[in-house]
Structures are given as structure tokens and as C-alpha cells.
């Protein structure tokens, strides 16, 4: 289905629509349900589906959050603009396909990837010990609820 603004858009589908990056980026979900990817000054959310806009949310921490907000409008001179400018944080916009681009910058957080072998040892650290009770021994009355 073709959607004409991005008011058109379910609320479903924009809320997790920044889930796309999840393989890559590591994703969160704020209190209001909207996932968004955290950076090291601040936070980057869907700003348009339908141009495939991306808002960063930089706060002024200290004065490095001032300095990586210009050296994003520097280094994407034409390609972002500043839609507020406020005392404690500065929003952002620029294009979806840019992200890769300025993740480096915005220091977003990565997924953690895993070699074969840090999985190997993963799956020996939490495999259920020979000598400890499984669930079955223990002492649970049988009409117990389990979830």
C-alpha cells in the first residue's frame, strides 16, 4: 500500500520501522514505544518514511556534543540541516542512505559480532551442568503454574 504523508503511516509500522538496522546498528525502544539508535551524544529517530529522512538528536553533554554537531553540518555540507537549535540539544536531519556516513561521526553504537569460536564458548558456558538438578527433580507440586 501506497502511503502519501508520513501522517498516513500506521503508527505500528513507523514505531518499528528504524528495526531495518537492527542487523547491523544496536537498536533500542524508547518509552514511547519508537525504537532509535543510540550514539554517544544523543540519539538518532525517524524523522520521514516517505523521503527517507533521519533525525539525529545530539545533546550538549559537554562541549564535544557541540563540536560533533558541527563537523556534521561540515562534513554534510548541503546534505543535513538543522531543523531546532535549542539550549541543551541541536536536531538534525539528514538522509537515510547517509548513515553509514555519519555513524562514524555520531559514534552510533554497534552490534556486537560474534566469531565461531565466541560462540562455541558461549554455548559451553551456559549449557546446563550434568551434576546440577534439572527442573523435573525439583520439589514443585504438580499444579503449579508455569509460564
Sequence with gaps: MEYKTDRDI?????????????????????EAGVYH???RYGSVYLHSMI????????????MQGVEIAKRTLTELAGEAEVTQEGVSDVV??????L????????????????SEEQKKQ?????KPKEDEPCRESWNVPSNFPVR
Design 10 to 30: 500506521p503508527d505500528t509500522i513507523w514505531n518499528n520501522y528504524m528495526r531495518v538496522y537492527d542487523n547491523k546498528y544496536k537498536v533500542y525502544k524508547d
Design 92 to 97: 538534525i536531519v539528514f538522509s537515510e542512505f
Design 99 to 114: 548513515l553509514d556516513k555519519v555513524a562514524g561521526f555520531l559514534q552510533v553504537r554497534y552490534k556486537r559480532r560474534y
Design 51 to 62: 523521503n527517507h529522512k533521519l533525525s539525529a538528536v545530539l545533546e550538549y553533554k559537554s
Design 122 to 126: 558461549l554455548v559451553e558456558r551456559f
Design 37 to 39: 539508535l543510540k550514539c
